[in-house]
């Protein structure tokens, strides 16, 4: 069974530094296509950033600017989000999400099958 567990969330000032960790519990992500998403206060989920099973990464560039960066620990079946320059309008639940599709629409959420619980990030100004 797949279980994503999301971490490294806070609060953090506007400039600040945060990396999330989303680890996927006792099994592998080789193979599967890993996704950020985020839900700010009274907005949809949002895009954020993705990691493909062939292990390009596709990010928000609109909204991130450059300023948050994927990685992976393959022995600790983790992925990462490394988020830099943080402003407040980052603030928002940060979802893990992950699919065994092989094309999918990397940005939209409904391909992905299973989700983490979330964890809160919050930018104060």
């Known amino acids: 069974q797949v279980q994503l567990v999301e971490s490294g969330g806070g609060l953090v000032q506007a400039g600040g530094s945060l990396r999330l960790s989303c680890a996927n519990s006792g099994r592998t992500f080789s193979g599967w296509s890993v996704a950020w998403f985020r839900r700010a206060p009274g907005k949809e989920r949002e895009f954020v950033a993705a990691l493909s099973w062939t292990g390009g990464a596709i990010y928000n560039t609109d909204s991130l600017k450059g300023r948050f960066t994927l990685s992976s620990d393959n022995a600790k079946n983790t992925l990462y989000l490394e988020m830099n320059l943080l402003k407040p309008e980052d603030t928002a639940v940060y979802y893990c999400?992950?699919?065994?599709?092989?094309?999918?629409?990397?940005?939209?959420?409904?391909?992905?099958?299973?989700w983490g619980q979330g964890t809160q990030v919050t930018v104060s100004a």
């Open positions: 999400a992950a699919t065994l599709k092989r094309n999918p629409l990397y940005t939209r959420d409904y391909e992905y099958n299973y």
